[in-house]
């Protein structure tokens, strides 16, 4: 057992080593390129709500040119709390964006071999963890991209996967259904394409294991005599013995699961779900963002060794490459041959010839999703057209095609030492020879926070993406950036005693001879309310901006806005703090006794 933890622990610590030169780029001194270049700000925003006391965030109050919008409402925001624990030691936000990038492939390094290693030896274990971290798409998705969320699917996938496989391996035990939900709230806090992208094939795996573990059926499908009848009841009847047979004991620690990971995300999913109506989101799946702009070809999957750091376009045009992994889909189906050999000869197959099978089907599958050809799948459902690009699914794809090479040492197994080692070499030296390169920015330079934070780069970084989420009261997005509280005064008013916070403002008013007109700086979206003193106050909503517009009659007043829950942000908070509670009760449940006496 110890020699075994030895072989896990060295294999392991080499899969890390590995791991090193591909995240070299991002700690070296300066910031790099990349399309999403929204990462600092987003902590930045993060940062003001926490300090505010704004928590969960939801309303972000610079971005849309500093009237704010609902971002962590509708847009996942794990990475960014994860990035507040840099902050928390006084490192600079380039360093934090910078850090979560590391963070991500280190930890789905970690992730992705603790799951191999529970499917196969250790190293083959090591093998699929080198293959994912050099596919060429997780190189991609950091320094082309910068989709700082959607890489963090690297860390979620092989954890779904991992505990899944020991639900229904480990007997009589909580723990894989707790740390289950765990990876799953990670997921949909962290990007929920991905979880609707994942969610179909962790479905095939789980079945694919309830199968060949022999434990779908609690003790076999049942024969059903019944008198000579037709073969529609025949059939009924059968179906309805397979059916009473269902392990639903076992089935149900997955629905456990599934409920336990919704309601520890509830406080962003459910707003997710049910406040989408909002705002507008036309532009975000209109025109360019329309998925029948964004197919792949075969070229580009297979063959190409183009890469770019430019955008995807319609057509065959793209600056930015799509490739699943020369090696990848190479190694793929030159080690389904050998499978295919024996099966034909012996007329069988072990485990783990069958899941590598399983792995490069569903590996060509997802890449079959990217392509022009399937199409018609993404018009028979439509919620994956909310995915926007289809290349997305090469996540999916680079995860899959790890596998397959988990099975070259059960090819070489007779073969004499010196074949094996130099075959296993020389696999590693071209897979890393390919694909290293992917692994740094196109431009990089040397930048501080203030001077990203300050002028031009503060303006784009108000601006960009502007009409995500801007909430449907506003005909058009803000133009010019935002006034210091009150946008425009009609009347006699003296403004004093300004505050202003990530949700909140305050000032005091006094209003003169006759009614005034304020247009503060601030969109509707609910609950905003506003104040005087105690007092509510009715205010009117601007068609153009959404701007809100108040009132005033003759007098002192002591105004504040303020955004305040809806029943749906409420509801959600406390499912998430009792979802919190029960998980941590199952926790502890969970601890053996023995460890209880010994703290």
């Given amino acids: 057992m110890r020699k075994l933890t030895s072989k896990k622990s060295f294999w392991l610590i080499l899969s890390l080593l590995f791991t090193i030169p591909t995240i070299l780029s991002l700690l070296k001194p300066g910031y790099f390129n990349m399309h999403d270049d929204l990462q600092m700000m987003r902590l930045l925003q993060m940062e003001k709500c926490l300090k505010d006391a704004q928590i969960p965030c939801r309303w972000v109050p610079d971005m849309g040119y500093g009237y704010g919008y609902p971002l962590f409402n509708f847009y996942p925001p794990l990475p960014f709390y994860l990035g507040m624990i840099p902050r928390f030691f006084g490192i600079s936000f380039v360093w934090s964006a910078k850090l979560l990038f590391v963070f991500q492939h280190v930890f789905s390094t970690l992730a992705m071999f603790a799951l ?121 009847f059968s179906i309805f013995g397979w059916i009473k047979d269902l392990n639903f004991p076992l089935i149900l620690k997955f629905i456990y699961s599934g409920l336990l990971a919704i309601g520890l995300a509830a406080f962003f999913f459910f707003p997710l779900l049910l406040e989408l109506q909002y705002v507008q989101l036309e532009s975000m799946f209109k025109g360019y963002y329309s998925y029948i702009v964004h197919f792949t070809s075969i070229n580009q999957l297979f063959f190409s060794r183009f890469w770019g750091f430019g955008a995807s376009v319609w057509g065959q045009e793209d600056q930015m490459s799509f490739q699943v992994g020369h090696l990848h889909w190479i190694s793929s189906l030159l080690i389904l041959l050998p499978i295919i050999y024996y099966f034909i000869r012996k007329k069988k197959i072990n485990k783990t010839a069958l899941l590598t099978l399983l792995f490069t089907a569903l590996a060509f599958f997802a890449a079959f999703l990217t392509h022009e050809q399937s199409s018609f799948l993404w018009r028979l459902f439509p919620p994956l057209q909310k995915a926007q690009f289809p290349w997305r699914f090469l996540t999916v794809s680079t995860f899959f095609f790890s596998f397959p090479i988990a099975f070259l040492p ?190």
Avoid at 144 to 155: D, K
Wanted: proline fraction near 5%; charged fraction near 20%.
């Fill in 410 to 599: 059960e090819i070489l197994k007779k073969q004499k030492p010196l074949i094996k080692k130099l075959t296993y070499i020389t696999t590693l030296f071209i897979l890393i020879s390919l694909n290293l390169s992917y692994f740094k920015p196109g431009a990089s330079g040397p930048i501080t926070d203030e001077q990203k934070f300050s002028g031009r780069a503060w303006m784009l970084q108000q601006t960009s993406g502007i009409y995500d989420y801007l909430p449907r009261w506003a005909y058009i997005a803000a133009r010019a950036e935002a006034g210091d509280l009150i946008d425009e005064i009609k009347g006699e008013v003296e403004i004093q005693n300004k505050k202003k916070g990530t949700d909140w403002f305050s000032f005091d008013a006094k209003v003169k001879d006759s009614e005034a007109k304020l247009t503060l700086a601030q969109l509707y979206f609910p609950n905003f309310k506003i104040y005087d003193q105690e007092d509510e106050l009715a205010f009117d909503i601007e068609s153009e901006l959404g701007r809100m517009v108040l009132k005033l009659p003759p007098g002192d007043y002591q105004i504040r806005v303020q955004m305040e829950d809806t029943p749906v942000r409420t509801a959600s908070n406390l499912i998430t703090l009792f979802s919190i509670g029960l998980l941590v009760y199952f926790f502890k449940k969970t601890c053996p006794k023995s460890q209880k006496k010994k703290r």
């Fill in 116 to 236: 191999a290693v529970a499917l196969f030896n250790p190293f083959s274990a090591f093998l699929v963890t080198i293959f994912y971290s050099y596919a060429p798409y997780h190189a991609l998705d950091t320094y082309v991209r910068g989709a700082l969320n959607e890489s963090f699917a690297f860390i979620f996938f092989p954890l779904l996967f991992l505990y899944a496989y020991k639900i229904i391996k480990e007997k009589k035990k909580t723990k894989p259904i707790l740390l289950l939900a765990l990876s799953f709230t990670g997921l949909i806090l962290s990007h929920s394409i991905m979880v609707l992208a994942i969610t179909p094939f962790l479905a095939v795996w789980v079945l694919y294991l309830l199968v060949t573990e022999k434990k779908l059926l609690l003790t076999g499908p049942k024969t059903i005599r019944f008198p000579a009848t037709s073969a529609l009841k025949s059939t009924f």
